[in-house]
């Protein structure tokens, strides 16, 4: 009986060892488990942007299927895409454990990487002119910004705008070319997309017809010869969201259309407010709202001083060449003999002008609508104009200054009712009350010619300048200078005072020309 239970115990014990041994070898042939190796982590849980997306066996493989699943959105789209991954691993040593089918983790990846794509860029076109940019959706949106702005001159729609690549450049850049229009459509461009999408165009030729000896009037083919952008324009290739893309419509009107630009004009010798308005084209009461430094359209100019003037530009100017025909009266131009001992504002007509007659044929060129140059290739005079000779004075004015600071106006130059008996009814000059012992100063340099009592005047000063004027300043209460003293503007002449012919503290301050009194308040700047 004892015998009979060891056996048992015996056959029990093989019993449990082999169905373990059977059960261990079942495990290992089925797929999807990996056996225990000790060799450190052998299975990895693999999260994308903090969603699980299942367990693989090695880290690398993870990472490959990264990529795979991002190459597979992209593939589904012509254009670039952004998306925001951030791959986590954790690995873990099992002694046998599920492993996911590869598949089965791409698909779970790409549905969360497309969950997350950040924002889509497509193939664009960034037109530069210049420093100013704009970004446009395709290569015949450029096209047609840049024919709009020959369009506004080309009024026989003859030219045609076209991108060739600049052979200069290191990299892919584009440059307008602009070329007369073939009356054939074999002769037309095409562009050329295989080259990683940007347009190649061939270059055209234009033979001009050859005349031989002298051309007649009738023999020049007039109306525009060419045209171009007076801006360096460029064309690169890039790849933007679309909210960084500008419409057309919109893009053109920045890029085409006038905007206020300031600029600043220097004063030349000769120059007037009235034919720098000529030359700048705008209206003198603007150019004066322009400039504090001018009081009135009848402001006195110094050579070398700066007016801004705004000028409306567009961001991309139009150049052109026209040919044209002239049969106009002509003025030749005035020839100038420059006198070194008069002043600029002091001028004398030798020989008066007549107009002359010509037929000519120009190369006039052309910045949008402002003549820039002219080149006469035939002339013909009918009748030669006459010039006008004079001469000039190229030494500068003096300038002239108020004789106190402060003081009130209380008489002004001219006529007006005897403030008190033995005063002039024609004023001379004009009153400036203030207290007595007020300094008084030189209003321009020159030579004292009279310090001292001068009747009605009381004590007086007299100024001789080197344009030929000179200022008065009566009722003073002391003298300061001397007869035949230099003194320079600004220079302490006197102190105010209430001597003479005088109805209280104040200054008489007179200018003469050749003799006759003057107002004053015409040579002095403006309070």
């Not at 009461?285 to 007016?307: P, R």
């Not at 190369?363 to 006459?386: G, M, P």
């Amino acid at each position: 009986m004892k015998k009979n239970k060891r056996s048992y115990k015996k056959y029990k014990f093989t019993y449990i060892k082999i169905t373990l041994f059977t059960l261990f070898i079942c495990l290992l042939s089925v797929k999807g488990y990996t056996p225990f190796t000790s060799s450190g982590d052998n299975l990895f849980h693999v999260t994308v942007n903090g969603q699980d997306v299942g367990t693989v066996e090695q880290k690398e493989k993870a990472e490959a299927l990264l990529i795979q699943a991002r190459r597979n959105i992209a593939s589904q789209s012509d254009e670039l895409v952004f998306i925001e991954a951030e791959l986590s691993i954790e690995g873990e040593e099992m002694l046998w454990g599920h492993v996911d089918d590869e598949k089965d983790v791409l698909e779970r990846m790409e549905e969360v990487l497309r969950g997350s794509i950040l924002e889509t860029r497509q193939r664009s076109y960034t037109l530069k002119v210049n420093n100013y940019m704009v970004n446009l959706a395709s290569l015949d949106e450029v096209v047609q910004l840049l024919q709009a702005a020959i369009d506004k001159y080309d009024s026989e729609d003859r030219f045609r705008v076209a991108l060739a690549y600049d052979t200069g450049r290191e990299f892919s850049v584009l440059a307008p070319s602009v070329d007369i229009d073939s009356d054939s459509g074999d002769d037309k461009d095409e562009i050329d997309y295989s080259h990683g999408g940007i347009a190649s165009v061939l270059a055209r030729s234009h033979t001009e017809p050859v005349v031989t000896g002298e051309m007649g009037f009738e023999d020049y083919d007039l109306g525009i010869l060419t045209m171009g952008f007076a801006q360096k324009v460029e064309v690169v290739e890039a790849y933007l969201p679309e909210s960084l893309l500008t419409p057309l419509e919109t893009a053109t009107n920045r890029i085409i259309m006038e905007q206020e630009t300031p600029s600043i004009y220097e004063v030349k010798q000769g120059d007037t407010l009235s034919e720098i308005a000529i030359t700048v084209n705008i209206p003198m009461d603007k150019i004066v709202e322009m400039n504090d430094s001018l009081d009135s359209v009848n402001s006195i100019l110094q050579i070398g001083q700066q007016l801004v003037i705004t000028v409306p530009e567009p961001e991309l100017s139009v150049t052109r060449v026209e040919q044209i025909y002239l049969a106009e009266s002509y003025e030749a131009d005035v020839q100038i003999i420059d006198v070194d001992t008069w002043f600029t504002n002091q001028t004398e007509v030798l020989v008066q002008p007549s107009a002359g007659f010509r037929k000519a044929v120009l190369n006039v060129t052309y910045v949008d609508n402002k003549e820039v140059s002219r080149e006469i290739l035939k002339e013909e005079i009918v009748q030669e104009a006459v010039a006008k000779v004079m001469k000039r004075g190229t030494k500068i004015p003096p300038t002239y200054n108020w004789p106190i600071y402060g003081g009130r106006q209380t008489s002004s130059f001219g006529r007006r009712s005897a403030p008190k008996k033995g005063a002039s009814t024609n004023h001379m000059g004009i009153d400036l009350a203030t207290p007595t012992g007020t300094p008084v100063y030189a209003s321009c340099g020159g030579t004292v010619t009279k310090a001292g009592w001068g009747s009605g005047y009381g004590y007086v000063v007299y100024i001789d300048h080197i344009d030929g004027k000179q200022t008065r300043y009566g009722h003073l209460s002391r003298v300061l200078v001397s007869v035949g003293q230099k003194v320079k503007q600004g220079d302490r002449i006197a102190l105010s005072g209430n001597t003479g012919v005088s109805t209280g503290p104040h200054l008489h301050f007179e200018m003469r020309i050749n003799g006759t009194a003057v107002d004053p308040l015409k040579y002095l700047p403006k309070r």
